[in-house]
T-cell receptor, first 109, second 114 residues
Framework: KQEVTQIPAALSVPEGENLVLNCSFTDSAIYNLQWFRQDPGKGLTSLLLIQSSQREQTSGRLNASLDKSSGRSTLYIAASQPGDSATYLCAAHGNQFYFGTGTSLTVIP | DTEVTQTPKHLVMGMTNKKSLKCEQHMGHRAMYWYKQKAKKPPELMFVYSYEKLSINESVPSRFSPECPNSSLLNLHLHALQPEDSALYLC?????????????FGPGTRLLVL
């Protein structure tokens, strides 16, 4: 069974810093990897989807990379803002959607 | 319209009650999903409907009964729940159940079982 782990579990940074969230998965036979944002008590908002044939995707201040062979993905957030505070989940999409354990991000004004 | 809607937003029920959660999408998606999420945990897949037929049931107890009346609607019927079933229930949809498709999530229903 696919296992998806995210490190760190929690992260606190001052506003304006660049940061990297990590996601690792055990089974490289995936079709895509998706990053989501979840605000407390809310649903999931899709941020970026990387197909297995792609290496990275960018949207605004966000950049996600994928290295299938090593079972890793990273989400890079540039110039962090307090509004970026949320839990970030990655999901490896093989025969099912397997969610990671999440990283809780706090950006301090 | 890339929206998945869920009702109600909050639900409190006793262990002997019968209630239903509703999910709706108008994106023409043919796959719909129910997930359960406990506090500070990732979502866990419960059911997958593909073309209005149940395709995956992740060994969910029978006190949860899904229903897909048409391609836009997905219900989750609840009966004789336990306090440990209290959680955020998320609905999602995708173009189809093929793994290459993005899933769109609703805001969830927060369920409390007393």
């Amino acid at each position: 069974k696919q296992e998806v782990t995210q490190i760190p579990a929690a992260l606190s940074v001052p506003e304006g810093e660049n940061l990297v969230l990590n996601c690792s998965f055990t089974d490289s036979a995936i079709y895509n990897l998706q990053w989501f944002r979840q605000d407390p008590g809310k649903g999931l908002t899709s941020l970026l989807l990387i197909q297995s044939s792609q290496r990275e995707q960018t949207s605004g201040r966000l950049n996600a990379s994928l290295d299938k062979s090593s079972g890793r993905s990273t989400l890079y957030i540039a110039a962090s803002q307090p509004g970026d505070s949320a839990t970030y989940l990655c999901a490896a999409h093989g025969n099912q959607f397997y969610f990671g354990t999440g990283t809780s991000l706090t950006v301090i004004p | 319209d890339t929206e998945v809607t869920q009702t109600p937003k909050h639900l409190v029920m006793g262990m002997t009650n019968k209630k239903s959660l509703k999910c709706e999408q108008h994106m023409g998606h043919r796959a719909m999903y129910w997930y359960k999420q406990k506090a500070k945990k990732p979502p866990e897949l419960m059911f997958v409907y593909s073309y209005e037929k149940l395709s995956i049931n992740e060994s969910v107890p029978s006190r949860f009964s899904p229903e897909c009346p048409n391609s836009s609607l997905l219900n989750l019927h609840l009966h004789a729940l336990q306090p440990e079933d209290s959680a955020l229930y998320l609905c999602a949809s995708s173009q189809d159940s093929q793994a290459r498709e993005t899933q769109y999530f609703g805001p969830g229903t927060r369920l409390l079982v007393l």
